[in-house]
C-alpha cells in the first residue's frame, strides 16, 4: 500500500490549498476528510465501542452505534422515550443497496435500486428483521461524497432556520429591526437600509409590519426545516441519493459534469435538488417523502435568496447566475413529474424565469470555448486540468440552458398552453459531444476534442435549415448528439403547442411543413450511426411523440374525454379542450386517427423495449400516457382491434398528399406501401385488402396492460400515480 500524506493541489476557491490523496489524488477541502478517507485505503478502524468492542473509521459512525445500544438499554429499562436529536439512520434508507462496493461511474453497480418493469420495488421486500440485522453494519458506511456528512450537520443544526431566511435585500423594509421592543437583533441581515413606502406608515404600525412579517418568514423557515427533521434524513441518505442521481438521472439528462464535480463549490439549494431528484432512484417507501421534504427546502432558499444566486459566480464559470440557473432547472424538472399536484404546480408557475434570468445573465452572449486554449496531450497536468475545469464549466452552462427549452417542450406538452419561449430563435450552439463529456479523466477529454471538429452551428440555423423555401427530406448535415436532437424536437413540439384546431397562428408553420421537418429529423436519426440503441430508442420516443401531436393534441384531447364523461383528472391544468362539438367517434375513423394510433403502438413497443437502466427518461410518462389517449379513444369509438402493416414505412405514416403537394419536393409519394393502403382505408380505398402477415393489436387489450407500466413508472415519476388513476377510469369506460 503506497504510503498516506497531504500533498497539494491547485489552489481552491478561498484561495488556500486543497489536499488530496496521494494513492487515487482525490482532492479535500479539510485535514480531517482526508484522514477519514485515507481510512478506506489503509482499513484503519481507530474508533473502538467500548461496549462490545467493535471497531469503526469515523467517530460519527461511533457515536450512532452507542445510540443503538443505548436504545437497547433503554428498551430493556422500559422506558418509551428516546431523545434523540437528529434522528438515528432511518432503517429503510438503508435496506436498499451496499454503497461500500458500488463504482460512482457504473450505473450497473447500483442495479439493485432501479426498478424493474415487473413493477417490484428492491426495498419493498426487506423484512424488518433483515433491516435491524444490517443497520449495525452500515452505519459505518463510506461516503462516496464525504462532504454528505457536512451537508447533514448544516441542515440539521440548530441555526438552519436562519440559514435559509430571505438574504440582504430580499424585502423593501427600512432597517428598523435591531431597534424594535420584544425582537431580536441575532438576525441582522434580514433587512436591508433601502427606504421604501412602508416608511409613510405610522411609527406603531410600521414596526408591527415589520414584526409580523419577521416572524412570517421565521414560521415559514422553521416549518420547512421541521419537515426535514422529522423525516429521519441521515448523511447516508444524502450520500445514496447524489449517488443514484449521478449513475441514474445525469445519464439521460446529461447536464452536469460528473468528473469535475466539487461538493463545496455548489449552494446547498442545487445539492439539495440533485438529491431529492437522486431520491426518485431508491427502493424505500419514505424517499419519496425525504424528497420532497428537500426540494421544498431547496424551494424556499431559492425564491427567497435568487437574488443572491444571480449574482454568484463559480471559479470557472464564464458568467454570474449559473448555479442559479442549474439549481431553478433540476427542481422544475423534479417538481414537473412529481406525485405531489401542489409541487407540479408551482413548477409550473417558476418555470418561465429561468429563461429570464438566463437573459439577464447573458448567458446567450457568452462565448463558448475556444479550441484555441485546447491544450496537447503533452501539456503539464496542471495546465490540463486547468482548461479542462474551464472547459466543462462552458459546457455545463450551455446544457443546463438548453435543457430548459426540452423542459419548455415537455411543460408546453403537458398544458397545452404553449412554450415558454421561442425556440425557433434560439442561438445557443451545439454541444460537445457526449463522449467529451463524458469523459473521466484529463487525458481522455483530450483525446475526444482533439479528434472531433469544431462546430459553431446554432440551433437557430438548425430549424431554418429544416424549414427551407424548396422542401427536402435528406438528412441534417449536422453531428448532433442524443441530447441536441432532444432540443430541437421539443423545438418542433412548441411549434405543435402553437397549433389551434388546425388554424394557423402568425407566424407559426403549418402542421404539414411541421411533419416534413419531422420527416427530416427521422432520416437523421436513421443516418446517425454513433447512437446506442437505448439513445436511439429514446429519441424516437419522442420523435413518435411529436408526430402523434400533429394530428391531434393528444394533451386536450384526453382532457376532452374525461370533460365529455365527468372524470376528474389531474394529470394537466388549464381547461382547453378540443372542441365542444368534437365526435370521437368521427375522428377515430379519419386518416390522422390511423396514423396516430401507428405512432401509439410504436411509443408502446419502445417503452418495453428500453433497458431497465434507461427505462425512466423525464418524457416517457407524457409520451406513454398520449398513446393510451389514442388506445381509449379508439376503445370508446368500437375500433378494439386495428391489423397493423407487416413493415412500418414511417415516412408514409406522417406524411398526407397534402403534406407532400406543399412546395417542390425531391421525392414522389410511395403510393403503394402497405402503410400507406392502412392509414388511406376508409378514405376511398376500403376495398385494398387489409395488409397481410402484419400484427394484429386489441387496443382494449393493450390499455390494460399500458396501466401495469403506469404503476412502475410511478415509482420513479410521481405524476405517472394521476395518469394511471386517469386509465383505469378510462377502462371502466370501455368495459
Same mark, same amino acid.
Given at each position: 500500500?503506497?504510503?498516506?500524506?497531504?500533498?497539494?493541489?491547485?489552489?481552491?476557491?478561498?484561495?488556500?490549498?486543497?489536499?488530496?490523496?496521494?494513492?487515487?489524488?482525490?482532492?479535500?477541502?479539510?485535514? !480531517?476528510?482526508?484522514?477519514?478517507?485515507?481510512?478506506?485505503?489503509?482499513?484503519?478502524?481507530?474508533?473502538?465501542?467500548?461496549?462490545? +468492542?467493535?471497531?469503526?473509521?469515523?467517530?460519527?459512525?461511533?457515536? +450512532?452505534?452507542?445510540?443503538?445500544?443505548?436504545? &437497547?438499554?433503554?428498551?430493556?429499562?422500559?422506558?418509551?422515550?428516546? #431523545?434523540?436529536?437528529?434522528?438515528?439512520?432511518?432503517? #429503510?434508507?438503508l435496506a436498499s443497496w451496499d454503497t461500500t462496493s458500488a463504482s460512482t461511474a457504473d450505473p450497473a453497480s447500483t442495479s439493485a435500486t432501479s426498478h424493474s418493469w415487473d413493477g417490484s420495488h428492491p426495498g419493498d421486500h426487506a423484512s424488518d428483521h433483515a433491516s435491524m440485522h444490517n443497520v449495525a453494519s452500515e452505519l459505518d458506511f463510506e461516503l462516496v461524497w464525504p462532504d454528505s456528512e457536512d451537508l447533514f450537520q448544516s441542515l440539521m443544526s440548530s441555526d438552519t432556520t436562519d440559514q435559509w431566511q430571505m438574504p440582504l435585500g430580499t424585502l423593501p423594509f427600512p432597517h428598523v429591526v435591531q431597534g424594535m421592543n420584544g425582537m431580536s437583533s441575532g438576525s441582522p441581515n434580514l433587512f436591508d437600509d433601502r427606504r421604501s413606502p412602508v416608511g409613510?406608515?405610522?411609527?406603531? &404600525?410600521?414596526? *408591527?409590519?415589520?414584526?409580523?412579517?419577521? !416572524?412570517?418568514?421565521?414560521?415559514?423557515?422553521?416549518?420547512?426545516?421541521?419537515?426535514?427533521?422529522?423525516? %429521519?434524513?441521515?448523511?447516508?441518505?444524502?450520500?445514496?441519493?447524489?449517488?443514484?442521481?449521478?449513475?441514474?438521472?445525469?445519464?439521460?439528462?446529461?447536464?452536469?459534469?460528473?468528473?469535475?464535480?466539487?461538493?463545496?463549490?455548489?449552494?446547498?439549494?442545487?445539492?439539495?435538488?440533485?438529491?431529492?431528484?437522486? %431520491?426518485?432512484?431508491?427502493?424505500?417507501?419514505?424517499? $419519496?417523502?425525504?424528497?420532497?421534504?428537500?426540494?421544498?427546502?431547496?424551494?424556499?432558499?431559492?425564491?427567497?435568496?435568487?437574488?443572491?444566486?444571480?449574482?454568484?459566480?463559480?471559479?470557472?464559470?464564464?458568467?454570474?447566475?449559473?448555479?442559479?440557473?442549474?439549481?431553478? /432547472?433540476?427542481?422544475? =424538472?423534479?417538481?414537473?413529474?412529481?406525485?405531489?399536484?401542489?409541487? +407540479?404546480?408551482?413548477?409550473?408557475?417558476?418555470?418561465?424565469?429561468?429563461?429570464?434570468?438566463?437573459?439577464?445573465?447573458?448567458?446567450?452572449?457568452?462565448?463558448?470555448?475556444?479550441?484555441?486554449?485546447?491544450?496537447?496531450?503533452?501539456?503539464?497536468?496542471?495546465?490540463?486540468?486547468?482548461?479542462?475545469?474551464?472547459?466543462?464549466?462552458?459546457?455545463?452552462?450551455?446544457?443546463?440552458?438548453?435543457?430548459?427549452?426540452?423542459?419548455?417542450?415537455?411543460?408546453?406538452?403537458?398544458?397545452?398552453?404553449?412554450?415558454?419561449?421561442?425556440?425557433?430563435?434560439? %442561438?445557443? &450552439?451545439?454541444?460537445? %459531444?457526449?463522449?467529451?463529456?463524458?469523459?473521466?479523466?484529463?487525458?481522455?477529454?483530450?483525446?475526444?476534442?482533439?479528434? *472531433?471538429?469544431?462546430?459553431?452551428?446554432?440551433?437557430?440555423? =438548425?430549424?431554418?435549415?429544416?424549414?427551407?423555401? $424548396?422542401?427536402?427530406?435528406? @438528412?441534417?448535415?449536422?453531428?448532433?448528439? @442524443?441530447?441536441? /436532437?432532444?432540443?430541437?424536437?421539443?423545438?418542433?413540439?412548441?411549434?405543435?403547442?402553437?397549433?389551434?384546431?388546425?388554424?394557423?397562428?402568425?407566424?407559426?408553420?403549418? *402542421?404539414?411543413?411541421?411533419?416534413? @421537418?419531422?420527416?427530416?429529423?427521422?432520416?437523421?436519426?436513421?443516418?446517425?450511426?454513433?447512437?446506442?440503441?437505448?439513445?436511439?430508442?429514446?429519441?424516437?420516443?419522442?420523435?413518435?411523440?411529436?408526430?402523434?401531436?400533429?394530428?391531434?393534441?393528444?394533451?386536450?384531447?384526453?382532457?376532452?374525454?374525461?370533460?365529455?364523461?365527468?372524470?376528474?383528472?389531474?394529470?394537466?391544468?388549464?381547461?382547453?379542450?378540443?372542441?365542444?362539438?368534437?365526435?370521437?367517434?368521427?375522428?377515430?375513423?379519419?386518416?390522422?386517427?390511423?396514423?396516430?394510433?401507428?405512432?401509439?403502438?410504436?411509443?408502446?413497443?419502445?417503452?418495453?423495449?428500453?433497458?431497465?437502466? +434507461?427505462?425512466?427518461? $423525464?418524457?416517457?410518462?407524457?409520451?406513454?400516457?398520449?398513446?393510451?389517449?389514442?388506445?381509449?379513444?379508439?376503445?370508446?369509438?368500437?375500433?378494439?382491434?386495428?391489423? /397493423?402493416?407487416?413493415?412500418?414505412?414511417?415516412?408514409?405514416?406522417?406524411?398526407?398528399?397534402?403534406?407532400?403537394?406543399?412546395?417542390?419536393?425531391?421525392?414522389?409519394?410511395?403510393?403503394?406501401?402497405?402503410?400507406?393502403?392502412?392509414?388511406?382505408?376508409? #378514405?376511398?380505398?376500403?376495398?385494398?385488402?387489409?395488409?397481410?402477415?402484419?400484427?394484429?393489436?386489441?387496443?382494449?387489450?393493450?390499455?390494460?396492460?399500458?396501466?401495469?407500466?403506469?404503476?412502475?413508472?410511478?415509482?420513479?415519476?410521481?405524476?405517472?400515480?394521476?395518469?394511471?388513476?386517469?386509465? @383505469?377510469?378510462?377502462?371502466?369506460?370501455?368495459?
Open positions: 500500500m503506497a504510503s498516506m500524506g497531504l500533498t497539494t493541489a491547485p489552489p481552491a476557491v478561498s484561495g488556500g490549498k486543497r489536499l488530496v490523496c496521494r494513492v487515487c489524488q482525490k482532492a479535500f477541502s479539510k485535514a !480531517e476528510h482526508l484522514r477519514r478517507h485515507e481510512r478506506g485505503h489503509t482499513g484503519s478502524k481507530p474508533y473502538v465501542c467500548k461496549e462490545c +468492542r467493535r471497531p469503526f473509521a469515523r467517530q460519527d459512525a461511533l457515536t +450512532r452505534h452507542q445510540k443503538l445500544h443505548a436504545r &437497547g438499554i433503554n428498551a430493556k429499562n422500559g422506558s418509551s422515550e428516546i #431523545n434523540f436529536s437528529p434522528q438515528p439512520t432511518s432503517l #429503510n434508507s409613510a406608515i405610522p411609527s406603531g &404600525g410600521g414596526h *408591527q409590519a415589520v414584526r409580523d412579517v419577521t !416572524e412570517m418568514v421565521t414560521s415559514s423557515s422553521s416549518s420547512v426545516t421541521a419537515a426535514v427533521k422529522a423525516t %429521519s434524513i441521515t448523511s447516508v441518505f444524502l450520500d445514496e441519493c447524489l449517488h443514484m442521481f449521478f449513475v441514474r438521472f445525469i445519464p439521460t439528462f446529461p447536464i452536469l459534469h460528473r468528473a469535475n464535480f466539487v461538493f463545496r463549490e455548489c449552494t446547498h439549494a442545487l445539492l439539495l435538488n440533485a438529491i431529492a431528484i437522486g %431520491s426518485l432512484y431508491l427502493g424505500p417507501k419514505d424517499s $419519496v417523502a425525504k424528497g420532497e421534504a428537500l426540494w421544498r427546502l431547496a424551494h424556499t432558499a431559492l425564491s427567497t435568496s435568487w437574488q443572491s444566486l444571480i449574482a454568484h459566480t463559480g471559479p470557472y464559470d464564464a458568467c454570474k447566475g449559473v448555479q442559479l440557473m442549474i439549481t431553478a /432547472l433540476l427542481g422544475q =424538472i423534479y417538481g414537473a413529474l412529481s406525485k405531489n399536484r401542489a409541487i +407540479r404546480t408551482t413548477s409550473q408557475v417558476f418555470h418561465p424565469l429561468g429563461f429570464l434570468w438566463a437573459r439577464h445573465c447573458g448567458m446567450y452572449d457568452s462565448p463558448p470555448y475556444s479550441m484555441d486554449n485546447l491544450p496537447s496531450i503533452d501539456a503539464p497536468t496542471a495546465e490540463k486540468e486547468r482548461q479542462w475545469r474551464i472547459w466543462s464549466a462552458r459546457e455545463i452552462q450551455q446544457r443546463a440552458l438548453l435543457a430548459y427549452y426540452i423542459l419548455d417542450g415537455l411543460v408546453a406538452q403537458t398544458s397545452s398552453d404553449g412554450a415558454s419561449s421561442r425556440h425557433v430563435a434560439n %442561438s445557443l &450552439g451545439l454541444p460537445s %459531444s457526449e463522449e467529451a463529456f463524458d469523459a473521466s479523466t484529463t487525458d481522455e477529454w483530450l483525446t475526444h476534442m482533439h479528434t *472531433q471538429t469544431p462546430d459553431q452551428s446554432s440551433f437557430k440555423m =438548425i430549424f431554418r435549415s429544416l424549414f427551407p423555401p $424548396v422542401g427536402s427530406f435528406r @438528412a441534417l448535415e449536422y453531428h448532433f448528439s @442524443a441530447f441536441s /436532437l432532444r432540443v430541437v424536437l421539443e423545438g418542433l413540439q412548441s411549434l405543435t403547442s402553437d397549433f389551434d384546431d388546425n388554424e394557423l397562428a402568425v407566424g407559426v408553420p403549418s *402542421q404539414s411543413e411541421v411533419r416534413r @421537418a419531422l420527416a427530416q429529423v427521422h432520416e437523421t436519426i436513421s443516418m446517425s450511426i454513433h447512437f446506442t440503441a437505448a439513445e436511439r430508442l429514446e429519441i424516437l420516443l419522442r420523435w413518435h411523440t411529436v408526430c402523434l401531436d400533429t394530428m391531434i393534441n393528444s394533451t386536450a384531447l384526453a382532457r376532452h374525454v374525461c370533460s365529455r364523461y365527468n372524470i376528474i383528472q389531474h394529470v394537466s391544468g388549464g381547461c382547453g379542450i378540443v372542441r365542444p362539438d368534437f365526435d370521437l367517434v368521427k375522428w377515430a375513423s379519419s386518416e390522422d386517427a390511423r396514423r396516430a394510433v401507428l405512432h401509439a403502438v410504436a411509443i408502446q413497443d419502445i417503452v418495453e423495449q428500453l433497458p431497465r437502466g +434507461r427505462a425512466h427518461a $423525464v418524457h416517457m410518462p407524457s409520451s406513454l400516457f398520449a398513446a393510451a389517449t389514442i388506445y381509449v379513444v379508439f376503445s370508446l369509438a368500437g375500433v378494439a382491434t386495428v391489423n /397493423l402493416p407487416r413493415n412500418i414505412i414511417w415516412q408514409d405514416a406522417l406524411l398526407s398528399h397534402s403534406d407532400l403537394n406543399l412546395g417542390h419536393v425531391d421525392i414522389r409519394p410511395r403510393s403503394g406501401s402497405e402503410t400507406k393502403r392502412f392509414v388511406e382505408n376508409g #378514405n376511398g380505398a376500403s376495398s385494398l385488402p387489409l395488409p397481410i402477415g402484419g400484427s394484429v393489436r386489441n387496443l382494449f387489450y393493450e390499455l390494460n396492460s399500458m396501466q401495469k407500466l403506469f404503476r412502475c413508472l410511478s415509482s420513479q415519476w410521481g405524476i405517472a400515480h394521476d395518469m394511471e388513476d386517469s386509465i @383505469a377510469q378510462w377502462i371502466q369506460l370501455c368495459h
